[in-house]
Nanobody, 120 residues
Framework: QVQLVESGGGLVQPGGSLKLSCVAS????????MGWYRQAPGKERELVAV???????NYADSVKGRFTISRDNGKNTVYLQMNSLKPEDTAVYYC??????????????WGQGTLVTVSS
């Protein structure tokens, strides 16, 4: 079974920085995509950033230039470096991995989420 565990959330002041980590355990094919999503109260869950095992990235317009997604393929870990944080970034952040397994099945696994609160 694949499991994702996020860490690094907490309270930070506007303009501050925070780095989230997500560690995947279990068997995951090499070709995969890992990403960060967030959900604020009363809002739909939205994409923050994704990165493929090949290193291609995509970011939400709202975080471009402020957030950086990276990964360590050897450790099956994805990171989200968040700089210049704004109150609007306050949300529960979720890690996700998506891939096609060797049987041709699409698998999508979510972490439990970590709360990021940006407030003075």
């Amino acid at each position: 079974q694949v499991q994702l565990v996020e860490s690094g959330g907490g309270l930070v002041q506007p303009g501050g920085s925070l780095k989230l980590s997500c560690v995947a355990s279990g068997s995951i094919v090499r070709d995969n995509a890992m990403g960060w999503y967030r959900q604020a109260p009363g809002k739909e869950r939205e994409l923050v950033a994704v990165i493929t095992s090949g290193g291609s990235t995509n970011y939400a317009d709202s975080v471009k230039g402020r957030f950086t997604i990276s990964r360590d393929n050897g450790k099956n870990t994805v990171y989200l470096q968040m700089n210049s944080l704004k109150p609007e970034d306050t949300a529960v952040y979720y890690c996700k991995v998506a891939y096609i397994d060797y049987s041709g099945r699409y698998l999508e696994v979510w972490g439990q989420g970590t709360l990021v609160t940006v407030s003075s």
